[in-house]
């Protein structure tokens, strides 16, 4: 059974910092791509990284880019996004998810979603 579970989640005040890991269990990370994701209120869920399985090619949507830093420890089933001068317009649920083989940032094409963390950006 694929298990995925978020954390690192919380309340930071705007330009502050955090670190998003998710753990993956039921399975064997390297064969696949992980994508991060977020959805705020109201708001539909968008793609905000992701990386490949095979040589950790890294993508991010404009509104991340120079802020966000994804990773994977395959040999610990991990995942990490590093979130740097945090800004109000990013608190959301960040979710974690898995699909085979190539990288998108397309929700709809991946097979396995964590539960999410709640992120708050607020003073």
């Known amino acids: 059974q694929v298990q995925l579970v978020e954390s690192g989640g919380g309340l930071v005040q705007p330009g502050g910092s955090l670190r998003l890991s998710c753990a993956a269990s039921?399975?064997?990370?390297?064969?696949?791509?992980i994508g991060w994701f977020r959805q705020a209120p109201g708001k539909e869920r968008e793609g905000v990284s992701c990386?490949?399985?095979?040589?950790?090619?890294?993508h991010y949507a404009d509104s991340v880019k120079g802020r966000f830093t994804i990773s994977r420890d395959n040999a610990n089933n991990m995942a990490y996004i590093q979130m740097n001068s945090l800004k109000p317009e990013d608190t959301a649920v960040y979710y974690c998810?898995?699909?085979?083989?190539?990288?998108?940032?397309?929700?709809?094409?991946?097979?396995?979603w964590g539960q999410g963390t709640q992120v708050t950006v607020s003073s």
């Open positions: 039921g399975l064997t990370l390297d064969y696949y791509a």
């Open positions: 990386i490949s399985s095979l040589h950790g090619s890294t």
């Open positions: 998810a898995l699909k085979p083989a190539t990288m998108t940032l397309r929700p709809e094409e991946y097979d396995y």
